[in-house]
């Protein structure tokens, strides 16, 4: 596609749950980010992965957040038994090296 | 490590104002710069880069000059409008750090009539 997919664009899941998040990456595009928004805050990173590297981890809050990404191709983000201070807008991005990076318009995850 | 800094807002202007909303950067390497804006119940959208220092990145009438000596990427408007009313987000991109990008924690304007 011609931008950064990102689905669903909205879930309420119930506490305790697990849910996955998708982000479809542009085409070519070797970096992928996630980052966490809550409500009127700023950008809270959570997982960079770039090329065949080992993804840097260093922004997951906790072991029940992970992320996989397939080559250079789609990223799940998967949250386990989910609390209700997960709720936040899930965003991701991508680039090619030494370019900006392009975002998708986010996931809004709601925990009840 | 890398950071970024970026004036706490939020600020309240009139229409026609100037507008500056400053930022500092740390970073190991030799970065690249960005603002982006994030309009009311939209994604993150790229505003203007600069990639070098003294390159000037400009766009919608927004300006941003890369200073390296002040270690700074301040972004100016010399009239806003109501439609500039967004969160705006100074971030860098470091090769020396994997080109991993960092954002500031936004600054949210609000331009009145």
């Known amino acids: 596609g011609a931008g950064v997919s990102q689905s669903p664009s909205n879930k309420v899941t119930e506490k305790g749950k697990d849910v996955e998040l998708r982000c479809d990456p542009i085409?070519?595009?070797?970096?992928l980010y996630w980052y966490r928004q809550r409500l009127g805050q700023g950008l809270e990173f959570l997982i960079y992965?770039?090329?065949?590297?080992?993804?840097?981890k260093s922004g997951l809050p906790s072991d029940r957040f992970s992320a996989e990404r397939t080559g250079e191709s789609v990223s799940t983000l998967t949250i386990q038994r989910t609390q209700q201070e997960d709720s936040a807008v899930y965003l991701c991005?991508?680039?090619?090296?030494?370019?900006?990076?392009?975002f998708g318009q986010g996931t809004r995850l709601t925990v009840v | 490590g890398d950071s970024v800094t970026q004036m706490e807002g939020p600020v309240t202007l009139s229409e026609e104002a100037f507008l500056t909303i400053n930022c500092t950067y740390t970073a190991t390497g030799y970065p690249s710069l960005f603002w982006y804006v994030q309009y009311p119940g939209e994604g993150l959208q790229l505003l203007l880069k600069?990639?070098?220092?003294?390159d000037k990145g400009s766009n919608k009438g927004f300006e941003a000059t890369y200073r390296k000596e002040t270690t700074s990427f301040h972004l100016e408007k010399g009239s806003v409008q109501v439609s500039d009313s967004a969160v705006y987000f100074c971030a860098l991109s470091d090769l020396g750090t994997g080109n991993q990008f960092y954002f500031g924690t936004g600054t949210s304007l609000t331009v009145i009539p």
């Open positions: 991005a991508s680039s090619l090296m030494y370019t900006e990076a392009f």
């Open positions: 600069a990639t070098k220092a003294d």
């Open positions: 085409s070519g595009h070797t970096a």
């Open positions: 992965f770039q090329g065949n590297s080992a993804p840097d």
